[in-house]
């Protein structure tokens, strides 16, 4: 029997979405038979179990609660944002010695931060969206935010640097807000990002590893009212008039492959593990542009992961028991 600890919440804006994706991944992992699960919550800074105990770590890497010890033999971290995208829960059970699925620290935290992403993406030669980067929340960087605003045209995104999920996200269209958006920015990260508006039709690729094999799906479409950005109410709202489709119409062949290709080449050069969402434009004027990596995407019943890796042919119990049995083997080795 092999004892799996799902971590889900963090005290980041995603806590709730975290807990809709843990109910999806727990009753995953529940259907495999040699899997015992525990599941827990990050919440208020304490580890904390389904009947409110309270738990900790021990040395050992054993999970304590009461006067029961669990003998982890690896996390599944379904944490958005943080500490879990940002490589916060994956340098703290490296600490430990504690196996666990998906990106490690250091890509995790790559991938967070939008800037430190994008200099990566302009590096490997991947199209990403026109930006500048704003260092501090002063006169200087807001003239430099001025002249880009101008220059594209009175039309750009104002994106807090270190956060998931639209959180922290402007559009801007009035100069005489912009200033005021890029302070609120701030109050989420210490770099804001501005990016020329694009647009798009969005497409997201599922890119996993299975039985040793690095899988690129085709893509798949999220489909937004006119005007309406995908925001992180937008996103999960019941109200949404957001629609997904794992088979967007009118895309040429050449256009899926480039995509695959881009997104194949950010998974390696990035140095992804086992399971990201990476999410394109598609622009008449700018073509192919890559928008974001999700390092441990949603796995809400709305979320594109599972539906790509489902259309793709494959299962998530046995994706999820080939990324546990190879962290475990990778620790153990």
């Known amino acids: ?25 727990e009753r995953k992992l529940k259907k495999i038979s040699n899997f015992n699960v525990l599941r827990v ?34 996390v599944v971290p379904c944490i958005h944002g943080i500490p879990g995208e ?29 800037i430190s992403t994008k200099l990566y993406l302009t590096a ?21 935010a001025e002249a880009f605003f101008d220059e594209h045209n009175g039309d750009v995104y104002v994106k807090a640097a270190s956060q998931g999920s639209s959180v922290g996200c402007y559009h801007v269209t009035d100069k005489a807000c912009l200033n005021e958006k890029i ?29 040793g094999e690095l899988k690129v799906t085709t893509p798949g ?7 309406v950005f995908y925001t992180y109410e937008e996103k999960y709202s019941k109200d949404s008039a957001t629609v997904t489709t794992v088979e967007p119409q ?3 062949e050449k256009i899926v492959e480039e995509i695959r290709d881009y997104a194949r080449r950010a998974f390696v050069g990035l140095k992804l593990r086992d399971l990201s969402r990476i999410d394109f434009f598609l622009s008449k004027e ?36 080939c990324a546990i049995a190879k962290a475990v083997a990778e620790k153990n080795c």
Not at 57 to 69: E, S
Not at 89 to 107: K, V
């Open 124 to 144: 490997l030669g991947i199209p990403n969206t026109p930006f500048t980067i704003l260092a501090a929340d002063n006169d200087e960087y807001h003239a430099k």
């Open 286 to 321: 700018d073509g192919i542009l890559l928008n974001e990596i999700n390092t441990f995407p949603g796995e809400t019943p709305i979320s594109m992961f599972p539906k790509l890796l489902e259309h793709n042919g494959d299962t998530m119990e046995d994706f999820l028991s």
């Open 86 to 114: 940002t490589g916060d829960i994956q340098s703290f059970l490296d600490i430990l010695n504690i196996p666990f699925i998906g990106c490690g620290a250091e890509a995790s935290r790559n991938c967070f931060n939008k």
């Open 221 to 227: 479409e999220i489909i937004m009212p006119e005007n």
């Open 250 to 252: 009118n895309l040429e």
């Open 41 to 74: 919550t990050i919440h208020d800074h304490h580890f904390v179990l389904a009947d409110g105990q309270f738990g900790s770590f021990d040395a050992d890497g054993n999970f304590c609660y009461g006067t029961q010890l669990f003998k982890v033999d690896c």
């Open 183 to 211: 302070t609120e920015a701030f109050g989420y990260s210490s770099e804001v990002i501005l990016e020329k508006n694009i647009i798009h039709r969005e497409l997201e690729v599922a890119v996993y590893e299975l039985n």
């Open 1 to 25: 029997m092999t004892n799996i600890l799902l971590l889900c919440g963090g005290d980041g804006a995603e806590h709730s979405v975290s807990l809709v994706s843990a109910d999806f991944l």
